[in-house]
């Protein structure tokens, strides 16, 4: 048996025996998932940003995927949407822009006197079952939202982010990849977002991406696929 062939048979075993090997023929395609927190603005800052040449600098070779574009990247934010919503089109956009990661951060644009908790858990988890229906390979990394110091409106946030943890574990045990990133851990509305308490300012973004690369860079190290450094925005 030649060196070659045994070499590409030791890669498919380790594959195989791996969760998360992540196989492509280009660039893994990641596709950013949520409201204006995800989809940015002009008053404040968005982790995408920074998220894109922090990749870059540790050699990913990724592309942003979704039906919304700009500077930055494509992306699939929504501003002033909620989990509701972003389930309802979920299976279109999924289909439409296939991605092999996806980022979730979803969980603002509720009123706490509505006890929205149990309907965005609900909304989470349907999105997380459609999108490993339509890729069972797909790998979604679920937030911990980002506090608020918007009250009451937003008093339910630290009960949510509770639930979305349990609810990543019950998925997990369904069989779906999916990993829990603390976007609350470390973020302080008081010096990381904007006058509205609710958007990062570019210190919360910075610190929105650097989580998010946290739990990135061991899934990309597995990765087979292609030449690093070649990080595609748009």
Not at 191 to 213: C, E, F, I, Y
Not at 217 to 232: D, F, I, S, V, Y
Request: net charge neutral; aromatic share 6%; glycine share 8%.
């Amino acid at each position: 048996m030649s060196c070659r062939l045994l070499l590409s048979l030791a890669c498919w075993m380790l594959c195989a025996a791996a969760p998360s090997c992540l196989v492509a023929d280009g660039p893994l395609k990641i596709m950013a998932v949520g409201d204006s927190i995800t989809q940015g603005g002009g008053g404040f800052s968005c982790y995408r940003e920074y998220l894109l040449p922090m990749l870059s600098q540790s050699g990913a070779s990724v592309q942003f995927v979704g039906p919304q574009q700009d500077a930055t990247s494509r992306h699939c934010g929504f501003g002033g949407k909620n989990t509701a919503y972003l389930n309802r089109i979920a299976e279109r956009v999924a289909r439409e822009y296939p991605a092999d990661i996806v980022l979730l951060h979803s969980g603002h644009n509720s009123f706490s006197r509505d006890k929205p908790i149990a309907g965005i858990i609900r909304a989470t988890e349907q999105m997380l079952a459609t999108l490993h229906e339509i890729n069972p390979e797909v790998i979604v990394l679920v937030a911990q939202v980002i506090p608020s110091g918007k009250l009451p409106k937003y008093a339910y946030i630290p009960e949510l982010n509770e639930e979305i943890a349990r609810s990543v574990d019950r998925m997990r045990e369904r069989g779906i990849d999916v990993y829990l990133v603390n976007q609350a851990a470390g973020f302080d509305w008081t010096t990381d977002t904007v006058a509205d308490r609710v958007h990062p300012n570019s210190s919360g973004a910075k610190k929105m991406a650097q989580r998010w690369l946290q739990t990135l860079q061991p899934l990309l190290a597995r990765t087979h696929a292609t030449a690093p450094g070649e990080t595609e925005g748009n």
